[in-house]
């Protein structure tokens, strides 16, 4: 019976403690941790860990010159004259 009240008590206690939001599972300063967790990305602006995958980026628009956009022949960049950016040719 003894047993049974120890049980009783504890388990609201395991179950606050399984259920870790991922806001909490986020909180890392170091963004190696925080790549390697699947649930977390790391944001470079912020300079911190945020909760969930992060968001496709283009990576032609590293390319700040149009001679350099123009002849990066790894990523298939091309110069966008209306947006005035580099990006990627393959949209």
């Given at each position: 019976m003894r047993s049974l009240?120890?049980?009783l008590i504890a388990l609201p206690f395991v179950i606050a403690g399984a259920s870790k939001s991922v806001a909490e599972e986020c909180s890392i300063?170091?963004?190696?941790?925080?790549?390697?967790?699947?649930?977390?990305?790391?944001?470079?602006s912020k300079r911190?860990?945020?909760?969930?995958?992060?968001?496709?980026?283009d990576g032609c628009v590293a390319h700040e010159a149009k001679d350099t956009c123009n002849t990066d022949d790894s990523l298939g960049c091309k110069w966008s004259e209306e947006a005035n950016k580099c990006e990627s040719a393959k949209k």
């Open positions: 009240i120890v049980v300063r170091d963004s190696a941790m925080c790549v390697s967790n699947p649930n977390c990305h790391w944001e470079y911190g860990c945020e909760p969930g995958p992060a968001p496709d980026q």
